[in-house]
């Protein structure tokens, strides 16, 4: 975000930098006796400056979002003809242009010979054959009596109206940029508002899987406990310590995207213990997880839907079965494996149900193109493969 900001404000000083080197090129290359000191001095090059920075940001951040964008056209159209009119009225580029700070008669107003000196510096004549008729002088002038001003003409010292093609030339370009650059950052907050719209519906469907995994295993678990109590059992208080300390990961710590893969494991540890209070001795247990280090990270819950779909449907009280659970930590990703016999066949709701697709999306978001699932099931057995790349 502050990355993002910086380089805005870098680019939009740059463009401004640009345009007000453009009139200190265009007049110094006019007038030879003219520094750019002097340019920077005068009233007129910031009038010019101000004039567009405030009208491309007056569009830019309050008429185009707040009167375009809510469909109010016939008001939008209305200022931006004020706008039209009033730099036609301003004329901000004639007026530099017509301003000369050195302090010579301005450069729209010289003769043409003195136009080409200025541009040349020397004084050069054009030939005979392009040269004007001479004037007339009538017989008064030759008198010593000025002659009348001729007809049509305007009077001494009076500039005729000038059209500042220029000035509405750059209003046009300004209100271009002005638009285009509105209309990247509407583009940019709708991004932005999907993203967040993601991430609060992935927030969702976690807690939604909170409160699906807590039920599912808490009244078997709880019984469990129960009845180890009744019997003294030893066991008893560290059951209800690992109860305790699943129940304090899911509802407490897991709170972010990504959680050290040791308190995953330590819950998944937990769970694995609490199962074994009702599974019979024909039930072998294969786990095994190797390389785990302490910078490592996961998706909260990500390994939880297929540990308990393995303990789901995965356990006979009469026949005897192995359920295989393997997790290998590497130095670029994570590798998880189970495999379990199939006891009790789900039916198709819960074989594509809530959990799985639920798990599907969630590694779609905090994985994207970095995860790889892969699930068989057959009449026997289900298998679980998952690859996390980092």
Known sequence: MIHSKATNVIIHLAGWLLFMVFPLLFMNGLRDNTSIASILASGYYWQFILCYVCIFYLHTYYVFPQIFLKKKYLLYGLIVAIGFVAVYLLQPFDGLLSHNPAGNPPFRNKPPQERIESNTGRNTFPPPEFRPPPRYESPDSLNGRPNPPPQGRDKPGRRPP?????????????????????????????????????????????????????????????????????????????????????????????????????SEIAC????????????????????????????????PLILMTFVENVFK????????????????????????????HIFTLPDKAERTGIGLSNTRKRLAHLYPNTHELTITADEKTFTVELVLKS
């Open 268 to 299: 998944i540890l937990d769970y694995i213990d609490l199962q074994k209070l009702r599974l019979s001795k024909n039930i072998q247990l294969d786990i095994q997880i190797e390389g785990v280090r302490e910078n490592m990270h996961i998706g």
């Open 313 to 340: 449907y995965g356990v006979s009280k009469k026949e005897p079965a192995t359920i295989t659970i393997k997790l290998l930590a590497e130095e670029n990703q994570i590798r998880f494996f189970a495999r379990n």
């Open 162 to 262: 000038l059209v500042d093609i220029t000035s509405q030339f750059i209003f046009i370009m300004i209100m271009a940029m002005s638009i285009a650059t509105g209309t990247l950052q509407q583009w940019r907050l709708i991004q932005k508002r999907m993203v967040q719209a993601e991430a609060d519906k992935a927030n969702a469907e976690l807690s939604f899987l909170k409160a699906q995994i807590n039920p599912h295993f808490l009244f078997n678990t709880l019984n469990n406990i129960y009845a180890l109590a009744l019997t003294n059992n030893q066991n008893t208080a560290t059951a209800i310590m690992k109860l305790s300390n699943i129940m304090r990961y899911v509802t407490e710590e897991v709170t972010e995207d990504f959680v050290p893969l040791q």
